[in-house]
């Protein structure tokens, strides 16, 4: 994820609250709707969750971190803030741990059901196994491939990532309530729309109330920084930048730019509209970035220090270049980028002119 300069647009994206809750509290930003915040062991500081109250339980929005001190956190509110109703479902928007990490806890606290889309459930479980097996051959090769060198890839194979589960931590439950695109469900006396994205996860789930003027955005749409869109070792011919590109289009057309935005990092903001234009014309600089540094042939790892004005470190090394490696699939698509493998490596040169035809576009992505 990358920062943006936040001074810049204050008057297009606004912030309606002049302080987050402190962990462990709750804000009423809504109707029934309330935000609450957790640490996360990183740059990037915090996670926002959300308690939506209904008529006799509490439905929670993402849920943190793996780990004791989000339980601690969970168990304030608990305490503090649930009004003597308990937590009947528990919603979360994609895959990634510090929005599932504390799946397993509070559906077996609260005896509640887990609610997901297919796409992300399943891939909720596949990063899970993935994790414990970081060492395998297909991960070792997508970043080889990439330019990464053995030894690079050795040394973070020996430190474990924050999002590495812990002995301790209880697993996702082994059942879910799937959640699809264009679907209605009730919570409390509301009705939220489910609109589904794609491109940082593969079927990631937001939540539209009309009635509240609400979107709970997740990581789809940031009003500060950049989700990290990514090729990953999963699939490693993938194109997710074309679905968030697409998906941001899709929510231009779908979600009136009247509505409040709750994020699941930085700010509670509107500016919904604004902000959907800035994220695909970020991207499509990047791009541009791109092509112009492709004129000789490439390793995704020379391509960095174009794309990222900062050093980068340990896992983020990984995040960086699997989303350079979306941007070069993307482009591929378009016509406006080869590849060929030598030596080991992928080499990606730009295309002189845009005259590809499509089987020659859908041919270089393999």
């Keep these: 994820m990358q920062e943006n300069n936040k001074e810049m647009k204050n008057d297009l994206i606004t912030y309606p609250f002049k302080e987050p809750p402190e962990f462990g509290r709750t804000l009423e930003v809504a109707e029934g709707v309330f935000w609450l915040r957790m640490p996360l062991p990183m740059s990037l500081n915090h996670i926002n969750l959300y308690l939506i109250e209904g008529q006799t339980g509490w439905t929670v929005i993402d849920t943190g971190i793996r780990g004791p001190e989000t339980k601690k956190y969970w168990n304030e509110i608990f305490e503090n803030c649930l009004g003597n109703k308990p937590i009947d479902q528990i919603l979360c928007t994609h895959m990634h741990p510090d929005h599932t990490g504390q799946a397993g806890f509070l559906t077996s606290y609260w005896n509640a059901p887990l609610l997901m889309s297919h796409g992300e459930y399943f891939q909720t479980r596949v990063m899970n196994t993935m994790v414990r097996d970081s060492s395998r051959w297909e991960t070792s090769e997508h970043f080889k491939l990439a330019g990464i060198s053995p030894e690079y890839m050795e040394t973070m194979a020996r430190t474990q990532s ?26 409390g006396n509301k009705l939220w729309k489910i609109v589904s994205g794609t491109g940082h996860s593969p079927e990631h789930i937001c939540l539209v109330s009309d009635e509240l003027e609400v979107l709970i955005s997740g990581d789809q749409v940031l009003p500060v920084i950049t989700s990290n869109v990514s090729v990953s070792p999963t699939e490693p011919f993938g194109d997710p930048l074309s679905g968030w590109i697409e998906s941001h289009n899709k929510f231009l057309t779908q979600i009136g730019d009247n509505m409040l935005v709750l994020p699941a990092h930085n700010e509670p903001f509107y500016g919904l509209h604004f902000r959907l234009r800035e994220l695909i014309d ?6 541009a970035i791109i092509i112009e540094n492709c004129k000789n042939p490439k390793k995704a790892v020379d391509l ?23 941007h070069l699939h993307c482009l591929m698509k378009r016509g406006r980028i080869t590849r060929v493998r030598e030596n080991d490596y992928y080499y990606y040169s730009t295309v002189s002119n845009n005259k590809a035809s499509d089987e020659e576009k859908m041919a270089n992505l393999y």
């Design 282 to 287: 970020h991207h499509e600089e990047r791009m």
């Design 162 to 187: 924050n999002f590495a589960p812990d002995k301790d931590d209880l697993p996702i439950p082994n059942s879910f309530i799937r959640l699809q695109d264009g679907e209605e469900i009730s919570i």
């Design 304 to 326: 960095l220090p174009s794309l990222f004005d900062r050093k980068l470190e340990g896992h983020s090394m990984f995040m960086a270049t699997g989303e350079c490696i979306a």
